[in-house]
């Protein structure tokens, strides 16, 4: 630390200029997270102080974090889903094993049935909670292979994972065959929609992925990706309106005596900012920003096929895949396991963006 502070005008250059270092977004074609939406900022900063792991201090922050899980579980048709809001899909991902876990204590040796396309958070949730990791295989469409979920899944299966919304392909996996083996053989089953959760509602067709689905126990949505809040917001769902409580623990000192949240102190503030968000946009303000990142999705798979470069698999959602080797330097892409571009269509991500890619690619390509 330094022994002396430094003037404001000092400390603030000094920010500045590192914020500077950082990528500018006209160039960020690579992330699932975007520039959160001036509601979300204005609300966010209203409740920066806030802290919801001692709720009982911050009645109306608590409140808004029910009214958050309360309008997210109505979007996934089951409006006395339980939750909370968490830091994100990797600790939505660790609490929803946990509870899976917790529902089947008496299993010695638990396993997890995860595809191949899971987010690498469920290597740390396994890894933390001792559970074993069995990876489904693909099929041909990059989808989880339900028939072989059916024959992975064994009387120590404590937890079945689908994804609706793969973070490398934007992919679907079938969750309504998903959730009938995992009805009929009473196995826990949670639903990875952390990306897809705030786009699948609001496309132009109905893909059922959430509690419509007797099945579903569980989902993972993070209103910090497409949801337009700010860092960091996650949310966990339950169907069961009260399971999360099986967590709770004593937390002595504090203005409640229980808890089931993983992290102590949490952040209001991006409830708050994901609240805002969903209410300012409504159904509709949300549909138009999913079909505007839908449209310019289809844009760039055209445009990238007038040049010979075909898609890696057909786009579920706002995430275009390619078979593609280089790209020019200046854009921030990424790279599949599998080898393939990868583009996010996020909603920072303008059909002018898309159209000046397609313009230097072209010049690389044509
Ligand atoms: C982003 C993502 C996660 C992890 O979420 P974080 O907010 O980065 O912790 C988990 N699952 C899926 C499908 C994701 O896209």
Not at 60 to 76: D, P, Y
Not at 92 to 97: E, T
């Amino acid at each position: 630390m330094l022994n002396k502070g430094l003037p404001e005008k000092d400390l603030f250059l000094f920010f500045a200029q590192k914020k500077g270092e950082d990528l500018d977004h006209d160039y960020i074609l690579s992330s699932m997270c975007t520039p959160p939406h001036p509601v979300a900022v204005r609300a966010h900063c209203m409740f920066i102080e806030t802290n919801l792991g001692d709720p009982g201090l911050f009645l109306g922050t608590a409140s808004l974090e029910k009214l958050l899980i309360e309008r997210l579980g109505t979007l996934f048709h089951h409006p006395t889903a339980g939750g909370y809001a968490t830091s994100g899909g990797t600790e939505s991902n660790i609490q929803a094993l946990r509870l899976a876990k917790e529902q089947k204590k008496e299993i010695p040796a638990p396993n997890v049935v995860v595809p191949e396309s899971a987010h690498f958070s469920f290597k740390k949730a396994c890894d933390i909670l001792s559970l074993e990791m069995r990876t489904v295989p693909l099929d041909s469409t990059l989808k989880m292979d339900a028939a072989k979920a059916a024959e992975i899944v064994d009387k120590n299966t404590i937890c079945l994972v689908g994804v609706a919304g793969t973070t490398e392909y934007g992919l679907i996996d079938p969750i309504s065959e998903l959730a009938a083996i995992a009805s009929e053989r009473d196995i826990f089953f949670h639903v990875d929609a952390a990306f897809g959760g705030m786009v699948i509602p609001f496309l132009d067709h109905t893909i059922p992925f959430d509690f419509s689905l007797p099945g579903v126990t569980s989902i993972a949505v993070d209103p910090h990706k497409m949801g337009m809040g700010t860092i960091p917001c996650g949310c966990l769902l339950t169907r069961q309106p009260d399971m999360l409580t099986s967590l709770n623990i004593d937390t002595p000192y504090l203005s409640v005596k229980q808890e089931y949240t993983l992290a102590g102190t949490r952040p209001g503030a991006p409830v708050a900012g994901a609240l805002a968000v969903l209410d300012y946009l409504g159904v509709e303000g949300m549909q138009a920003v999913v079909a505007g990142c839908m449209k310019n999705t289809w844009r760039l798979v055209d445009g990238m096929e007038t040049y010979g470069i075909p898609r890696a698999v057909t786009p579920d959602l706002n995430v275009a895949t390619f078979i593609c080797k280089d790209v020019p330097d200046r854009w921030k892409v990424s790279w599949t396991r599998r080898g393939h571009l990868r583009i996010v269509c996020m909603p920072h991500v303008h059909r002018d963006r898309i159209e000046a890619f397609l313009e230097d690619i072209g010049e690389l390509y044509a």
